[in-house]
Structure formats: structure tokens, C-alpha cells
């Protein structure tokens, strides 16, 4: 194996790295909201820092192999796919930072309901997480393609909760508050989805050099 | 100038050219709502193809540049810093692109409410994507920073609707589904202005090497 060969394994590493701080950063924040600890979301939240860390080693490894190995075609294409994606990465901690911030304050008032349909939200961008960046490591569009598709159901699951969440706000204005926490953290999981999916699009376009973006969403 | 400059120069202005279409994307869809004209919706809606090419086009210009030219320390950091950049300005459009769909569903109905503060959002919105854009080009970091400080502005005016709508949809719920139309377009211009924000603390870091991202906002 040359040592470009070993810098590319070990680029693909720090990714794979990087997701999984992400994915338990997700889970962890629904899990601080579910079970009502406070002290679990504070955790997700100081944990940030180690998502954000990584993704500047990410950038600067990539700005590093670029200048110095000089990467040809398909391998220039992965590293710069690679800095874009710790981007959607780097914003997904964000969102679960912000989910973490909403269940502290949930946490301070009386449960509203119990949760069904936000864990299955979670359980589902978690997947798509898992699975895009699988499909980005192995060069795999199909994968990437059905990460795509489960977008819909995230999608649809956030509609049923805002609009269960705006029936408990019209039966009784004192919901109001809790209500929209709820609706936000909804929102982020959605838009964890969205980063998922938009990662997904990239490991097409960089494998099949054809854009989806807009077609198939 | 050698040919690379001409090309860095040409580059230098594709950015431009496409964050002048994504600030006009912005300024229709939000005509579009104010003066009640779905034909102009449409049209945003058609006009992002553009932007979804320059996009494209500007990517593969950023990585025929860095395979062929090999650009050094900074032009390097300025062509993947650009190609980062052009993401968050897809995503802007996409926006508009969904404000544009809000509005064409809320001229089909009778007028709620006279629109206040959205246009003043969008107004700061389009200020900070011009001046992000500036510093990009110009490497000005202070700008950068100003820009970063309108976004608490917009967060503030979107509380404000958000609140001020809520209030309408407890007070008579046939106003629910028109009131929560508005309060995501609110939540799409909170978006673009996070994404000016995003591109400004790329722009830092371009720079300055500095990393702003989670201290500043």
C-alpha cells in the first residue's frame, strides 16, 4: 500500500469517525429528552466540541493530501466530496446540539405527552446517517440512492407531529410553550434528514458524475 | 495576469454571478407573497435551475482548477473554501424555491395579515448574502464578522412572527393552516440568513485560519 494509499484509509477512518460522534450525539439527545436527563443533553452538548474539532482535522487533512499528493481524478473527487460532506456532519451535531437545549428546558416543566413518534424520526436519521456514509466510504450510489427515499417518511412523520402538537396548542393555550419545543426538536430531526439526504446526493454525483439533487426529492 | 489568475478571476465571478441570482430568487419569492402574484412564484421556481447549474459548473470548474493548475497555499484554500460556499448558495435558492411554494398556496386563500416583518427579513437576508459575498471576494474578514452579527436579528424577527402567529391560530383555529404557512416561510428566511452566516465563518476561517463557528452565534 503506498502512503497516499495509507492517508486515504485513514481520511476515510476520521469520516467514519466523525459520523458516529454524530450518530450518538442524535441519539443521546433524543435518549436526554425521552428519559428526561438533563444531564445526558448537557453531555451531547459539551461532547459539540469534538464533532467540531474533527471536522477542521478533516479540512486540514484534505487541503494537506490535495497540495502535497497531488490526488488525480477519482481520488481529488473523493477529498473534495469529503470536505463538503463534514460540513452536513459538522451541521447535524449542530441540530442535535440544539435538540439537547430544547429537552433541558422540556425537562423543567411537566411532561405534555409521551413520545412516540420523535424516537422513530431519530431511529430512522440515524439509519440514513449510518448508511450514506457507508454508501460515500464504499463508492456504493445505490445505497446513497435508498438513503434518498427514506427521506419521505421523516418527512412525513414531522407533518404528523406538528399537526398533533398544534391540536394540543387550540385545546388549551398553556400547552403553547411545550407544544412548540416539541415541534422544533421535530424540525431538527427533520433537518438531520435533510443533511443525511444531501450527503447522499453528493456520493451520486461523485460516483456517477449525475446530478439528483432536485429530481428526486 | 497569467492564465491561472484569469481563470481565479473568472471563477471569482461565477460566484458572483450566482449569488446575484439566488439574492434575486429571494427578493421574488418574497414579491411573490407580498403582492400576491403566483406567476412570479413560478417563475423563482423555474429560475433555480440556473442556480442549480452554476452550482454544478462552478464545482467542476473548483476541480479541473486544483487538478490542473495545482494552486498553492491560499488560491487553494480559496478554490475549496468556493466550492464549500457554493453548497450553502444551493441551498439558499432551494429556499427561495420554497418560499416560492408557500406563497403560491397562500394566494390561493383570502389575505391573513399584512406582511411586516417578512420583508424586513428578507430584506437583511439579501444584505448579508451581498456582503458575505463581498468578503469572500475581497478577503475581508471584518466584513465577514458584521455579517454574522445581522443574524441575531433575523432569529429575533422570527421569534416575533412565530409568536405573533401563534396567537392568531389560538384565537380562531381556521386560521391555523394559513398562519402556519407564514411561520415557515419565517422559518426558510431564518435559514438563509443562517446560511450567510455559515459562508461568513468559512470566509473567517479562510482568512484568518480562525475558527468562529459556535463562539460568535
Tied chains: 1, 2.
Excluded at 450518538?24 to 448537557?42: C, G, Q, T
Excluded at 423543567?108 to 439509519?127: C, F, N, S, V, W
Excluded at 457507508?134 to 417518511?153: C, F, H, M, P, Q
Aim: glycine share 4%; with cysteine.
Amino acid at each position: 500500500m503506498s502512503i497516499f494509499d495509507e492517508e486515504l484509509k485513514g481520511l476515510k477512518e476520521k469520516i467514519l469517525r466523525m459520523g458516529l460522534l454524530v450518530e450518538s450525539a442524535i441519539r443521546d439527545s433524543i435518549k436526554s429528552l425521552v428519559e428526561r436527563d438533563s444531564e445526558l443533553a448537557k453531555e451531547v452538548i459539551k461532547r459539540d466540541h469534538d464533532i467540531n474539532a474533527l471536522d477542521v482535522e478533516i479540512d486540514e487533512e484534505c487541503i494537506r493530501l490535495i497540495a502535497l499528493r497531488q490526488p488525480k481524478a477519482g481520488d481529488l473527487r473523493f477529498i473534495t466530496t469529503a470536505m463538503k460532506i463534514t460540513t452536513d456532519l459538522e451541521r447535524m451535531g449542530d441540530l442535535a446540539e440544539d435538540i439537547s437545549e430544547r429537552a433541558i428546558e422540556l425537562n423543567e416543566e411537566p411532561p405534555l405527552k409521551p413520545y412516540i413518534d420523535i424516537p422513530r424520526m431519530a431511529d430512522i436519521a440515524q439509519g440514513m446517517l449510518r448508511d450514506v456514509l457507508d454508501a460515500l466510504i464504499k463508492g456504493n450510489s445505490k445505497l446513497a440512492t435508498d438513503v434518498i427515499k427514506r427521506d419521505d417518511e421523516v418527512d412525513r412523520l414531522n407533518l404528523q407531529v406538528f399537526n398533533e402538537l398544534l391540536f394540543f396548542m387550540i385545546q388549551d393555550p398553556t400547552n403553547v410553550s411545550r407544544a412548540t419545543r416539541i415541534t422544533y426538536i421535530s424540525k431538527y430531526l427533520e433537518r438531520i434528514a435533510d443533511h443525511a439526504t444531501n450527503i447522499a446526493e453528493m456520493v451520486i454525483y461523485m460516483v456517477e458524475g449525475k446530478i439528483v439533487r432536485h429530481v428526486t426529492i
